[in-house]
T-cell receptor, first 112, second 116 residues
């Protein structure tokens, strides 16, 4: 089944403890993105990647890192999480010559 | 990417057509209009997109004004399962002739409530 998977789906952590949210797609898509969703602010893009080793900042990249060493994986790294990074996170991917973006199921992160 | 303006919320009676408007007055000539929806807290789902011609697929129709400054998503026979937040997005690239630019701004969308 074609899909975007994220792990973990739920995470509660403490301020300053480094964490990684994984994202993987099995559709051989070139483009991958990370978004966060907060009440009243909608979906905001954090980082995106156009292919392996090619990444760029979205609208809210501060406090996040990403890497794209393999085409299928696009992990989101929080080196020192803070409470303002408590949010619902979505990973997405799409084929280069396609309009449709596929989203993962989301990761709900709470930083205390 | 051009910004979009959508009503915060709308109601629609079950079985009737739902017409969701979107203003994108600063859209550029190479920017497409996309619609996605998000049911509860699931990942957004692609619905339809277009450049300047009206488009229709199995889910919806997209009507884009001649000056391209606004568009309307039409769900012809709304069901309770269509209750969701609908996002109108404009961005460069429609797929077949897109190059690489991938920054996307979703905004807050329109919360559509389908009423029995």
């Amino acid at each position: 089944e074609a899909q975007v998977t994220q792990n973990p789906r739920y995470l509660i952590t403490v301020t300053g403890k480094k964490l990684t949210v994984t994202c993987s797609q099995n559709m051989n898509h070139e483009y991958m993105s990370w978004y966060r969703q907060d009440p009243g602010l909608g979906l905001r893009q954090i980082y995106y990647s156009m292919n392996v080793e090619v990444t760029d900042k979205g609208d809210v990249p501060e406090g996040y890192k990403v890497s794209r060493k393999e085409k299928r994986n696009f992990p989101l790294i929080l080196e020192s999480p803070s409470p303002n990074q408590t949010s619902l996170y979505f990973c997405a991917s799409r084929k280069e010559l396609s309009a449709e973006q596929y989203f993962g199921p989301g990761t709900r992160l709470t930083v205390t | 990417d051009a910004k979009t303006t959508q009503p915060t919320s709308m109601d629609c009676a079950e079985g009737r057509a739902a017409n969701l408007p979107c203003n994108h007055s600063t859209i550029s000539g190479n920017e497409y209009v996309y619609w996605y929806r998000q049911i509860h807290s699931q990942g957004p789902q692609y619905i339809i997109h277009g450049l300047k011609n009206n488009e229709t697929n199995e889910m919806a129709s997209l009507i884009i004004t001649e000056d391209r400054k606004s568009s309307t998503l039409i769900l012809p026979h709304a069901t309770l399962r269509d209750t969701a937040v609908y996002y109108c997005i404009v961005r460069v690239g429609g797929g077949l002739n897109s190059g690489g630019y991938q920054k996307v701004t979703f905004g807050t969308g329109t919360k559509l409530q389908v009423i029995p």
